[in-house]
């Protein structure tokens, strides 16, 4: 019958559900909401960027985990696959599976066309309730071009944008430098949709 609301889903159904499911879901407010696929060149720079974490982490306490990790943000209830997520000391989880992280540092969405809007936007003023995180990255899989927020100590978010090859990201007080180049290790540009740098 047409016009009759979902039912809506209790966070413990939606992990029931989400544990048992051949594909990934985003949980927000009792809604489940599938997950696009992703390209190769998607799936190139997040390995890129994973075992360049990882490298650039080795030293520390920090632990590094690619998509299959969820991100829960307490304050809004919204449980998400960031591409990638750092977790430093002792991380914090949700329950005692492990699978449903509560205290990255940083985190780091490859941009994809159907939601590039939504990660840079709505997604990025959810993220921004989690009181542990301190770097959110952008990367674009059409250009090389990183977009670098970073939480000040004013409480303000700084944006650093880097769309040369030869460039760096710094992820402080972590002593971590990422290489742009790294990032897009044996990733095939040609062909990509060109677009010149957000204003």
Same mark, same amino acid.
């Given at each position: 019958?047409?016009?009759?609301?979902?039912? #809506?889903?209790?966070?413990?159904?939606? #992990?029931?559900?989400?544990?048992?499911?051949?594909?990934?879901?985003?949980?927000?407010?009792?809604?489940?909401?599938?997950?696009?696929?992703?390209?190769?060149?998607?799936?190139?720079?997040?390995?890129?960027?994973?075992?360049?974490?990882?490298?650039?982490?080795?030293?520390?306490? /920090?632990?590094?985990?690619?998509?299959?990790?969820?991100?829960?943000?307490?304050?809004?209830?919204?449980?998400?696959?960031?591409?990638?997520?750092?977790? /430093?000391?002792?991380?914090?989880?949700?329950?005692?599976?492990?699978?449903?992280?509560?205290?990255?540092?940083?985190?780091?969405?490859? #941009?994809?066309?159907?939601?590039?809007?939504?990660?840079?936007?709505?997604?990025?003023?959810?993220?921004?309730?989690?009181?542990?995180?301190?770097?959110?990255?952008?990367?674009?899989?059409?250009?090389?071009?990183?977009?670098?927020?970073? #939480?000040?100590?004013?409480?303000?978010?700084?944006?650093?944008?880097?769309?040369?090859?030869?460039?760096?990201?710094?992820?402080?007080?972590?002593? /971590?430098?990422?290489?742009?180049?790294?990032?897009?290790?044996?990733?095939?540009?040609?062909?990509?949709?060109?677009?010149?740098?957000?204003?």
């Amino acid at each position: 019958m047409s016009g009759v609301p979902k039912p #809506l889903l209790s966070q413990a159904d939606y #992990l029931a559900q989400e544990r048992q499911a051949d594909f990934k879901s985003e949980f927000y407010r009792g809604e489940v909401f599938a997950m696009a696929g992703a390209s190769r060149r998607h799936h190139l720079i997040v390995g890129n960027a994973v075992t360049a974490l990882n490298l650039g982490l080795r030293d520390s306490d /920090c632990q590094v985990y690619p998509s299959d990790m969820r991100v829960k943000v307490s304050a809004t209830g919204l449980v998400t696959y960031p591409d990638v997520s750092v977790a /430093c000391g002792d991380p914090e989880f949700d329950d005692d599976q492990n699978d449903t992280l509560l205290s990255p540092v940083v985190l780091i969405e490859v #941009l994809f066309k159907s939601t590039e809007s939504y990660d840079r936007g709505a997604k990025f003023e959810q993220y921004r309730h989690l009181n542990s995180l301190r770097h959110y990255l952008l990367i674009s899989q059409d250009r090389v071009h990183v977009e670098h927020f970073s #939480l000040q100590d004013d409480g303000n978010w700084l944006l650093r944008e880097c769309n040369e090859i030869g460039g760096t990201v710094e992820l402080k007080p972590l002593n /971590c430098e990422l290489l742009v180049v790294d990032l897009y290790r044996k990733v095939d540009l040609s062909g990509a949709e060109t677009r010149s740098a957000e204003p």
